[in-house]
């Protein structure tokens, strides 16, 4: 996906964070999240691209019935509590800053993250975009995650 982003989108190598394996644990995560959304501006390009696994977290009530379900991604550090649970109702929360004007793409090959565009507020771009990223943003810039982000000059 990074060269993908560098040889066909005009992302430059500076603009791409790639956690792979190991390093894809939740702070770190979190902490690339940040830098990805942090200082967005109208005209910049922002691709979030996960690649993993997913799940369901339910929400119980004391008698044991679900009264809510959240999808969550798994870092390399999941383990089902809520210190390292990166779930819908958090990306929401990350996602709300990020200021009319900015192309978002969201990319997950992950199951069963089925709901995700729906309860981020964001929409999910899938295959359906046969591979291809827009060039350029209107200001010639964006960002890509893995992570990556291209700003507008």
């Not at 591979?131 to 700003?151: D, K, Q």
Request: glycine share 10%; with cysteine.
């Amino acid at each position: 996906m990074a060269e993908f982003l560098v040889k066909s989108c005009g992302f430059l190598d500076s603009e791409i964070r790639l956690l792979v394996d190991d390093r894809a644990t939740t702070d770190a995560i979190r902490e690339r999240l940040a830098w990805l959304v942090n200082g967005l501006r109208p005209g910049d390009r922002v691709l979030f691209h996960y690649s993993g696994h997913g799940t369901i977290i339910p929400l119980r009530a004391p008698n044991g019935a679900i009264t809510e379900e959240h999808d969550a991604i798994y870092p390399i550090d999941f383990d089902f509590t809520p210190e390292h649970a990166l779930t819908d109702a958090y990306f929401r929360e990350i996602f709300a800053g990020v200021p009319s004007g900015v192309e978002f793409n969201w990319v997950s090959g992950s199951c069963p993250l089925r709901r995700y565009g729906k309860r981020v507020g964001r929409p999910v771009v899938c295959s359906g975009s046969r591979g291809r990223l827009p060039s350029r943003g209107p200001h010639g810039s964006g960002r890509a995650e893995l992570l990556s982000r291209r700003m507008a000059q």
